[in-house]
């Protein structure tokens, strides 16, 4: 059973903007649990994007995306979001939600979800 269904992907073209949202099934959302967006490229492994801060750390933005991309957590809506503009042909892949866990990064990447799809064409 998925924990989390994810949103938003798309095919746009580079330059263009998508905004992906992530909903969890069956519990609240909260800051503390390390709440992220990881990506998976085909015969990548799994990538930390983005993750929302907690306990007064800032929100985290992998170097690749950074002042491209804006995560978000609308506690209202029980919702994540990634606001990503600029899109690269790099930012192709399978993007994912997930909180934190205790295995390593690469291997993180659909075990919550399906995720959704973006594929940037240059």
């Known amino acids: 059973a998925q924990l989390v269904v994810e949103s938003g992907g798309s095919s746009v073209q580079a330059g263009g903007s998508l905004t992906l949202s992530c909903t969890p099934q069956g519990f609240t959302f909260d800051r503390s649990i390390g709440l992220g967006w990881y990506r998976q490229a085909p015969g990548n492994e799994c990538e930390l994007v983005s993750k929302i801060g907690d306990g007064g750390r800032t929100d985290y933005y992998a170097d690749s995306v950074k002042d491209r991309f804006t995560i978000s957590l609308d506690t209202a809506k029980n919702t994540l979001y990634l606001y990503m503009n600029n899109l690269k042909p790099e930012d192709t892949g399978v993007y994912y939600c997930?909180?934190?866990?205790?295995?390593?990064?690469?291997?993180?990447?659909?075990?919550w979800s399906q995720g959704t799809q973006v594929t940037v064409s240059s």
């Open positions: 997930a909180a934190e866990q205790p295995i390593p990064v690469a291997v993180r990447c659909g075990r």
